[in-house]
């Protein structure tokens, strides 16, 4: 099949059938400011070194900052957290003001109440066509025991049944 077949709607389309998880990535920002991004390409990569990745789109405004970052720190998402994973897919809405968040070891803030929380040291980038992906090496994490994992599928958000 050549490229001009390829039918880039149809297929988001059919990656949308796919039912993921919702998480909020933070960094610092060159003048020390933190910034969030929403993000559903999380995926755990390795247990032994401990490994997480997320895929960044280069058109991202957010692309210089994260990629030049040497630390990141990933806060998966619950349902209550709907608005806040609205408010940072926004282009050009970067600024975590307003958003309830909590001190991290590594340095980037972590979202309050959180399912989980990896804090991570930037552990390489892949190219990877249109996108970026981001390795991580998880230094500390914390989990809550309770709550209700935000899901997106088919281009909306949902919840467990
Ligand atoms: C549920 C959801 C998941 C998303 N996942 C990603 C992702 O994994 N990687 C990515 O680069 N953008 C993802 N986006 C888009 C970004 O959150 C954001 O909209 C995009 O970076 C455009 O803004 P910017 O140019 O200001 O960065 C996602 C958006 C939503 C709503």
Redesign the pocket.
């Known amino acids: 099949m050549s490229s001009s077949e390829f039918d880039t709607k149809a297929f988001r389309q059919a990656l949308g059938c796919f039912p993921t998880g ?1 998480a909020v990535v933070t960094t610092r920002g060159e003048r020390g400011g933190a910034i969030g ?6 995926t755990s990569v390795s247990l032994n070194p401990p490994l997480v990745l ?4 280069k ?5 210089p900052t994260f990629t030049s970052s040497e630390a990141f720190v990933i806060s998966v998402l619950g349902t209550a957290h709907e608005e806040v ?2 408010q ?7 600024s975590l003001d307003h958003i309830p968040l909590l001190p991290t070891e590594l340095g980037p803030p972590a979202l309050a109440d959180a399912l989980a929380v990896f804090e991570c040291a930037a552990h390489g980038i892949h190219d990877a066509g249109d ?1 970026a992906i981001l390795l991580g090496h998880v230094l500390r994490f914390a989990r809550r025991q309770a709550g209700a994992p935000l899901v ?1 599928y088919q281009g909306k958000y949902g919840a467990l049944a």
Request: proline share 4%.
């Open positions: 919702v991004m929403t993000v559903n390409s999380f997320w895929c960044l789109d058109r991202s405004e957010r692309y994973s609205s940072l897919a926004r282009p050009g809405a970067h996108h997106f």
